[in-house]
């Protein structure tokens, strides 16, 4: 038995998910749909697959769950909270410019920046950089490259070097290096006149367009390691995140773009 699901193609900055409204489907089993509608030549392709609900708590007015494209849960991704906001102020679910979002790091909140009932743009309150999380990062690991580790709700881990493309060839070692027990996202930092250039190996989806999350982590890593002030343009491949780190509240902003690529029906087997 099959039965239609209605989804959402979106990215920020090129971070590209697929997007379903559980209020009018449900998935049950998200592991197995993520890697199969994830595919780039047998499924739709994407990044990943992001479940939209309602909050069962009135702190928060939606609900996130991210899957990679190999499966795992993420806790966080801020590309994608962006596309949300997006997609319940433009589907009519809200008709507030700040949504709630709760994620498995904690609530979100995402002030979208609209005109004409169409979200171009939102900035997301990433809350506070953490630095040291035992059960993330083991700091007393053998053979790892140097780097600078923050975690923004999920672990990154930040290379600032001449040459991001090595990324490419190194992501996967260091996403399941000794030092991180549960799997790490790695960036490679460039700092260049016009911005921060960031390539980005994500956990669970290997090479990516952008990762929100990781824009934050490399500019606090590069504020950190006085390469950077407060605010910083971070430079992926899909597209440009403004990043600022307040110091009035210690919060992460995160400043993007949202879109819709395409709408569509799917088939899932029962």
């Known amino acids: 038995m099959t039965r239609k699901i209605h989804f959402a193609k979106m990215h920020g900055a090129g971070n590209d ?3 379903v409204d559980t ?5 049950e089993d998200p592991e197995t749909v993520a890697i199969k509608w994830s595919d780039r030549h047998k499924g739709i392709g994407s990044d990943g697959l992001v479940l ?8 928060a007015d939606f609900t996130m769950r991210i899957f990679n494209a190999d499966g795992s849960e993420a806790k966080m991704c801020g590309n994608a909270s962006r596309c949300v906001g997006k997609y319940v102020y433009e589907k009519g679910l809200t008709s507030e410019d ?4 709760l994620t498995a790091s904690g609530i979100k909140l ?5 005109q004409s009932g169409r979200v171009d743009a939102a900035t997301v309150d990433m809350g506070e950089p953490v630095f040291d999380n035992p059960q993330q990062f083991s700091p007393h690991a053998t053979g790892l490259r140097d780097g600078q580790f923050v975690s923004m709700g999920n672990p990154h881990y930040v290379v600032f070097t001449d040459d991001v493309d090595a990324v490419e060839s190194e992501g996967r070692e260091l996403e399941i290096h000794s030092a991180f027990p549960e799997r790490c996202n790695i960036e490679f930092a460039e700092m260049r006149p016009d911005g921060i250039r960031v390539r980005v190996w994500e956990r669970g989806s290997g090479i990516t367009q952008a990762c929100g999350t990781g824009a934050c982590a490399v500019a606090v ?11 910083s343009r971070i430079l992926m491949d899909g597209g440009t995140l403004e990043i600022e780190w307040r110091e009035a509240d210690n919060h992460v902003y995160m400043t993007g ?5 395409f709408e569509g029906d799917i088939e899932l087997d029962e």
């Not at 939209?52 to 702190?59: A, D, L, M, N, Q």
Request: net charge positive; charged share 15%; no cysteine.
């Open 52 to 59: 939209i609900g309602r909050s069962p708590i009135p702190e």
């Open 23 to 27: 209020l009018l489907y449900n998935i």
């Open 110 to 114: 995402i002030h979208l920046h609209s």
């Open 257 to 261: 773009p949202a879109e819709l690529v």
């Open 221 to 231: 890593a590069a504020q950190q390691t006085g390469r950077a002030g407060r605010t």
């Open 98 to 101: 700040t949504v709630r979002l």
């Open 17 to 19: 998910y697929i997007y």
